[in-house]
């Protein structure tokens, strides 16, 4: 029998809320291990000397390791994170492309372990009245105008005459029979006071 390993649960989140100021790449070192003269690590020789330079100059913020082993030892790619989390990575019989995404997929993961996501959002103050988004309180109009144009973007005023034009007449009635309750109630209110 196999192991099992148990993913946990959790909300989907950034590291330290990464991107939200600047970008801090998670990666802080990578570590590439290959035999000198070993068939199966090919494809990783061909990368040190094709790939690894230009890897490097775009990525100036990771420190790069190359350890040549002389005995039959399969090449790996060793990862080092911010965080403390190291992965690692067996490059056996893959050639230099497939090397290079692998380099590319380290680069671009935070160093948390896989997680089952309960939501697919998450916000640190949850509210009752639903996800914001920029055209919440907008007429709808504005969702057929081509940006930019002359028109200045003013705030729907609605007047209360025409509020009351655009209700039914069932609506309206039911309006003024609550508006006459409540008068009714406040002289009920004000003469038990006195």
Not at 77 to 99: F, M, P, T, W
């Amino acid at each position: 029998m196999g192991s099992t390993r148990e993913i946990t649960s959790k909300f989907l989140n950034s590291v330290l809320h990464n991107g939200v100021g600047r970008y801090v790449c998670q990666l802080q070192r990578i570590t590439l291990q290959f035999c000198k003269k070993h068939q199966l690590s090919r494809g990783m020789r061909d990368y040190i000397e094709e790939n690894l330079v230009e890897f490097a100059e775009k990525n100036p913020q990771i420190v790069l390791y190359v350890t040549p082993h002389s005995k039959y030892q399969s090449p790996k790619i060793v990862a080092e994170y911010l965080n403390g989390s190291i992965s690692k990575v067996d490059v056996v019989k893959q050639e230099r492309e497939e090397i290079a995404k692998a380099m590319e997929l380290l680069r671009t993961q935070s160093g948390q372990e896989d997680l089952k996501t309960i939501r697919p959002w998450r916000t640190n103050n949850p509210s009752m009245q639903g996800i914001w988004h920029p055209f919440l309180h907008k007429p709808q109009e504005i969702n057929l105008d081509t940006f930019p144009n002359d028109k200045p973007t003013k705030r729907a005023h609605y007047q209360r005459h025409e509020i009351l034009q655009n209700m039914s007449q069932d609506l309206q009635e039911e309006l003024k029979q609550l508006k006459v309750k409540s008068s009714q109630a406040k002289r009920k209110e004000s003469e038990n006071n006195v």
